[in-house]
């Protein structure tokens, strides 16, 4: 099934945008562990539209109801069923252009796959909502993997052309979750914010890209040759709607390298082979060498934007024009970061499940 993910430990996310709720059924958590779920709230609160600078003014709490697999804040191992109520819907903005298929949006293609029967409004299905869930899965898979010494962090590495400080591949980075632009530059977070604001006056979106580093994942997981980490992580992160682009370690940045000035080269010391350097992003051949993983992630422009676009009119079927009403994020980046931590946090734990 398209929307079911994982191995050992396996999401199944349910729901459309504009829909009673949303959720996910989580099968293969393993039992007893402890889960603050006050903590996970907060997590999710990162995600929440209408907080963050450039964010849609939908307001939704996301509070999660857990109806199975906690039992005295504990993992019972059991599948757990995670649901979210949507409450802030506005689906009469989406009947005006209903015939007009969004530019940039899986209007068509969804019309070609389900032949008229999805769900369109707010993107139904294809939405960016259905992260809320995935961002609280990823929420339990992030306090399990710190109980085993894994830490899962992300930033902002770039909205636009304007850079954050990238991370330094062979460090516990900086925590900058708390930041409604979560940047390790204050200044740079500064000049994004106006970049959005002034994108969003414009009737525009723009795009960026999100750096995540995960810092005591263990040496030696990882299963050649079509499963290996980078497949299962890529997979997983092209999960989220918007993402259009990953790269591990200097990714592209290879290609210009010679073997001399790109190889991390083996050292022996008291706690056993490291790595002088991490150009590869803490994997090599498939599998996770102990050194920190690397990876960024490309989100294209938010497509539901003001400006007057060129379409097609299904009922008319002619060539028509749009404009998008209704309420929509002018940047998705700053409320994606924890959707990307929460994405490869839970891939690692099914990564760590199977062993």
Same mark, same amino acid.
């Given at each position: 099934?398209?929307?079911?993910? @994982?191995?050992?430990?396996?999401?199944?996310?349910?729901?459309?945008?504009?829909?009673?709720?949303?959720?996910?059924?989580?099968?293969? =958590?393993?039992?007893?562990?402890?889960? %603050?779920?006050?903590?996970?709230?907060?997590?999710?609160?990162?995600?929440?539209?209408?907080?963050?600078? @450039?964010?849609?003014?939908? !307001?939704?709490?996301? !509070?999660?109801r857990i109806l199975s697999g906690l039992y005295m804040d504990k993992t019972t191992g059991t599948p757990l069923c995670a649901l979210i109520e949507n409450h802030d819907t506005k689906s009469a903005d989406y009947s005006k252009i209903s015939?007009?298929?969004?530019?940039?949006?899986?209007? =068509?293609?969804?019309?070609?796959?389900?032949?008229?029967?999805?769900?369109?409004?707010?993107?139904?299905?294809?939405?960016?909502?259905?992260?809320?869930? =995935?961002?609280?899965?990823?929420?339990?898979?992030?306090?399990?993997?710190?109980?085993?010494?894994?830490?899962?962090?992300?930033h902002i590495?770039?909205?636009?052309?304007?850079?954050?400080?990238?991370? %330094?591949?062979?460090?516990?980075?900086?925590?900058?979750?708390?930041?409604?632009?979560?940047?390790?530059?204050?200044?740079? @977070?500064?000049?994004m914010r106006e970049l959005i604001e002034t994108l969003r006056n414009e009737l525009d979106s723009v795009g960026g890209v999100i750096e995540c580093i995960v810092t005591g994942f263990p040496a030696g997981l990882g299963r050649p040759i079509f499963d290996n980490i980078e497949s299962r992580l890529s997979s997983i992160i092209f999960g989220i709607p918007?993402?259009?682009g990953i790269e591990f370690g200097r990714g592209f940045g290879v290609s210009s390298q010679k073997g001399s000035?790109?190889? %991390?080269?083996?050292?022996?010391?008291?706690?056993?082979?490291?790595?002088?350097?991490?150009?590869?992003?803490?994997?090599?051949?498939?599998?996770?060498?102990?050194?920190p993983i690397l990876l960024r992630c490309a989100f294209k422009p938010t497509p539901s934007i003001g400006k007057q676009q060129n379409t097609v009119n299904l009922e008319t079927m002619s060539d028509d024009t749009i404009e998008v009403g209704g309420r929509h994020d002018s940047c998705i980046v700053p409320r994606a970061v924890p959707v990307v931590e929460s994405a490869v946090a839970f891939a690692l734990l099914d990564i760590m499940e199977e062993g």
């Open positions: 099934m398209s929307s079911i993910w @994982g191995n050992k430990v396996k999401i199944s996310l349910f729901g459309e945008s504009h829909g009673v709720g949303i959720g996910a059924v989580i099968d293969g =958590l393993p039992a007893g562990y402890a889960i %603050d779920l006050e903590r996970a709230n907060r997590h999710m609160k990162r995600r929440s539209p209408g907080y963050q600078p @450039g964010a849609t003014a939908r !307001r939704e709490e996301d !509070r999660v015939a007009k298929p969004r530019p940039g949006h899986a209007d =068509l293609t969804g019309l070609a796959r389900y032949e008229g029967s999805n769900d369109p409004r707010g993107g139904g299905h294809f939405s960016g909502r259905l992260t809320a869930p =995935l961002t609280f899965a990823g929420a339990l898979a992030l306090q399990i993997l710190e109980s085993r010494g894994v830490i899962v962090r992300a590495y770039s909205i636009g052309t304007i850079e954050d400080t990238p991370y %330094d591949p062979m460090k516990i980075p900086k925590d900058c979750s708390e930041h409604s632009i979560p940047v390790i530059s204050e200044g740079q @977070g500064l000049k918007a993402v259009k000035t790109n190889n %991390d080269e083996p050292y022996m010391t008291e706690r056993g082979i490291r790595l002088r350097t991490n150009h590869a992003g803490g994997i090599e051949g498939g599998i996770t060498n102990g050194m």
